[in-house]
């Protein structure tokens, strides 16, 4: 650290003392006062890692321990993308003297893959502010002065890997009744795996359509504030994937282990399934013990709407109709008032218009029970908010603005998304996805004398000079960081 020190001490105070002589002269000019502090301190902050990574990659070339198995090959220069710029430091590269294996062992040391050019705090910023806007935008905004491409950032993204279930509580919740909610999102494709891959069909139109899926698990709901009107969800859990299959049986399971090892099942009374009936949510009654499966008020309100719309002033009657023929669950009734409804159609509109009341009509039959419960409301039953989490969570980043996606891209980014919404630390998830460095059989950690403690503090303090007063300890941290680092250097 002395050339930051030396560099703080020589040229950052006195640009601090005449920066805050400018300010005094003109008060009215705060922004530039604080655009000078900003920018002295990146300086020193820049230098500091430079100088720090070097002191580490100079006591690798000195280790004892090294020596044993790896030789000096030569000295590089490179450039590591952090959070706060581009540092430009000096590292080694060696080769292991039985195997021939080149390395940077300093990479090794402080957890950089091979080629790896980006900080974990560099990534954690491109992931945060990729899954809010765009690819684009992550690049930009990893780094106080460096951007990568958008090309880095999707690679980046394509290959993330995410954490297992949420690790257990120790005590599970008990509650009353438990909600789930589950909707898709309709997500437009560039390619499916590789570009030029969508295919035609007979009216020449590509079959670019994915469905990305969002699940949701909550409490119930509350007012946002005491006195509001807004209600939020209580405690939300969100699960997004695109899959197909026997994945959607893996997905729900997923859910369920989430459910089962957060709440005590047996003090339920009711857990409710919110959806829209659509084939995947079917495999979600099978996966799922003890669900109650209700109809979401937007997919029955569409169904009633589309029977009714011809209606003009009666269509309030005829929707009322309906509905009282659903919650004295009689089908025979409801099939009647259908029929009756194919009677009012103008005759110009009888052979599109019927199509659209069955269609209807079925939909409704075919998901009697779910829409029942939903007209009831009893028993703990609520409504749902499937279609405004789907365009918040899902669609306000992947669909409702023109862009392409492919299916690998679209799966991670829906992961991603859900990850983001569960309040996940992203740096965590960055560094999960870095490899574990194990420390070789028998290895054992390098311990500096106390006469050699003793001598190299003797020698920094004349090193530092006049600037030895500014950093007073019982053991200076030059020498701290030693000890510390060489117990780093293992198995070399």
């Not at 699960?239 to 399971?253: A, I, L, P, Y």
């Not at 009756?340 to 079925?362: C, M, T």
Request: charge should be positive; charged fraction near 35%.
């Amino acid at each position: 650290m002395v050339k930051s020190i030396k560099h703080f001490a020589e040229e950052s105070i006195k640009n601090f003392e005449k920066l805050e002589d400018d300010f005094f002269q003109n008060p009215e000019q705060i922004a530039e006062y604080v655009l000078g502090i900003t920018k002295e301190l990146h300086k020193v902050g820049l230098l500091m890692i430079k100088e720090s990574l070097e002191t580490m990659n100079q006591l690798l070339k000195e280790s004892g321990k090294r020596k044993v198995s790896w030789v000096i090959e030569k000295d590089n220069e490179k450039n590591l993308i952090t959070s706060l710029g581009t540092v430009t430091f000096t590292k080694t590269l060696f080769t292991h003297k039985q195997t021939g294996e080149m390395k940077y062992l300093l990479d090794e040391i402080i957890g950089l893959e091979k080629h790896e050019r980006m900080t974990d705090d560099a990534k954690a910023k491109l992931l945060t502010e990729a899954v809010q806007t765009s690819y684009r935008r992550g690049g930009e905004e990893c780094s106080q002065e460096s951007r990568v491409s958008k090309q880095a950032v999707k690679k980046k993204i394509h290959e993330l890997k995410f954490p297992g279930t949420e690790e257990r509580p120790e005590k599970k919740k008990e509650l009353e009744y438990l909600y789930i909610e589950a909707d898709e999102d309709h997500v437009s494709l560039q390619y499916r795996d590789k570009k030029g891959d969508l295919k035609e069909n007979e009216n020449g139109q590509k079959n670019n359509c994915l469905l990305t899926k969002l699940v949701y698990v909550h409490e119930g709901v509350e007012p946002e504030a005491p006195k509001s009107k807004r209600y939020k969800l209580v405690n939300p859990y969100y699960f997004c994937r695109v899959c197909d299959g026997k994945e959607n049986e893996k997905f729900w399971d997923e859910i369920y282990e989430y459910i089962e090892s957060h709440y005590e099942l047996s003090k339920i009374k009711k857990i409710y399934l919110n959806a829209d009936g659509g084939g995947w949510i079917e495999t979600a009654r099978k996966r799922l013990h003890g669900v109650s499966y209700v109809l979401d008020e937007y997919h029955l309100q569409k169904y009633l709407m589309r029977l009714t719309s011809h209606m003009k002033d009666s269509t309030e009657d005829a929707w009322k109709e309906l509905s009282d023929a659903i919650k004295r669950k009689t089908k025979a009734e409801f099939m009647e008032i259908a029929d009756r409804l194919i009677d009012a159609l103008p005759p110009e509109k009888i052979e599109s218009g019927s199509k659209r009341i069955k269609e209807s009509r079925d939909y409704i039959l075919s998901n009697w029970g779910a829409a029942r419960l939903r007209l009831l409301r009893k028993d703990g039953v609520i409504g749902s908010s499937t279609e405004g989490h789907v365009s918040h969570v899902l669609s306000s980043r992947m669909s409702s603005r023109p862009m392409g996606w492919s299916r690998k891209g679209a799966s991670k980014m829906a992961q991603l998304r859900a990850y983001y919404y569960n309040g996940k630390d992203m740096m965590e998830l960055v560094r999960f996805q870095r490899k574990e460095f194990k420390r070789a059989a028998g290895a054992e950690k390098e311990i500096i004398l106390s006469t050699q403690m003793l001598r190299a503090e003797k020698n920094r303090n004349g090193e530092l000079g006049k600037y030895v007063d500014i950093l007073t300890h019982s053991v200076s941290l030059d020498t701290k960081k030693k000890v510390y680092f060489n117990e780093h250097i293992w198995g070399m």
